[in-house]
Structures are given as C-alpha cells and as structure tokens.
C-alpha cells in the first residue's frame, strides 16, 4: 500500500510541476521562465524539480508527448481509411492543425524557433506520428499514388513543411495570415509535393 500510495504521489508530483511550468510558460514565456518560477508556482522545492526533470527543455518535451500521442491516436483512424492518397494528406494536415488549435500554448512551445524547439522536433522525430507517417508514405510510393523517393526522406520533409506552418500559424507572432490561410497553403504545398501526377 505504501509503494502505490508512494507512486500515485510522484505520478501527482510530477503533473503537479508539467501544469505550473505549462502555466508559467504561458504567463511569462519560455524564454523568460525560470525553474525558480516553476518551482514557486508548483509549491515543491528546487531540488523535487530535478528529480523528475534535469532541464527546462526536458519539461517541454515531456509537455509535448500528449498532443503528440492524442495526434497519433487519431492519425490511426485517418490511415485505416480507403481514401486516396491525396485525401489521407489533406485529413493529416487538417489534423495537425486541430490539435495545434486544442493545444496552441504546446504547439507554440513545441515549434519555437529557437534551440528548445529543434529539440522538441528530434523528439518528434522519434515519436509513433512519425513512425506511421514513413509507413503511410511507403504504402502510397509503392501503389504509386505517391512521388517516388525514400519514405523516410519523404517523412521527414512532410513533418519539416508542418513544422514550418504550426510555426507560423501558433508561435509567430505578428501572425502573417490566419489559421486557416496557413493551413490551405500548407495542403497545397504538401499535395504539389508528394501527390504523383497522373500520366
């Protein structure tokens, strides 16, 4: 009883701290939050902070995994379907854009532009979205829907271009165009890009 109650405690402990930094970064950016704040927000000591995170960053990061796992949760539903290949692109890109508007504080912190944010793209890097978009991209080069190329290259291209536009579209700030306008001028890109043309 005492190790689950023990557990439970640093399970609470450690949301504890991810929901004042995520407040934190809110109020005052990453840029200018501290640990110091996180900890004074959280109601833990400095050092409870680095049993569970060693960085700013690794907050982030971890902050991250969320979104990223709702995203491929849902992005399993869009691959299942029978579609085109043009139309499963257009319905990732639309997806990525929906959980960037349920998340646009995480969104904005997971495609800064700055050190932080290329961290948080490596780990994306890593994650079941892009493990799936590489198998989605060898599905359709190999049915011929798709730009022949290497899926892993292809993948990552993909996930570069959507970068860019979450960038623009969540963490840009003054904004250039709308949501809306960034996201059609993504699918564009993405479909003129990786859709083959028929002969």
Request: proline share 3%; hydrophobic share 45%; charged share 25%.
């Amino acid at each position: 009883m005492a190790v689950a109650e023990r557990t439970q405690s640093e399970a609470q402990r450690r949301k504890q701290i991810l929901d004042a930094a995520r407040a934190v970064f809110g109020d005052k950016s990453y840029e200018s939050a501290t640990i110091s704040d996180i900890v004074k927000r959280a109601g833990v000591a400095q050092g409870i902070f680095y049993l569970y995170f060693d960085s700013k960053k690794a907050v982030v990061i971890d902050l991250a995994r969320q979104p990223m796992d709702d995203m491929a949760a849902r992005l399993q539903g869009i691959l299942k379907g029978n579609e085109s290949f043009g139309e499963i692109l257009s319905k990732f890109v639309h997806l990525g854009f929906e959980v960037g508007k349920e998340n646009p504080d995480l969104c904005a912190l997971m495609h800064m532009s700055d050190d932080g944010g290329r961290e948080i793209e490596q780990l994306e890097g890593h994650s079941e979205v892009s493990r799936m978009a590489i198998g989605m991209f060898q599905g359709f080069i190999d049915s011929g829907e798709a730009v022949a190329m290497n899926a892993e290259v292809a993948a990552e291209m993909f996930k570069v271009i959507m970068s860019g536009a979450m960038r623009l579209a969540f963490a840009t700030e003054p904004k250039i165009a709308s949501d809306e306008e960034i996201k059609r001028a993504t699918e564009t890109v993405v479909l003129g890009a990786f859709v083959a043309p028929w002969p």
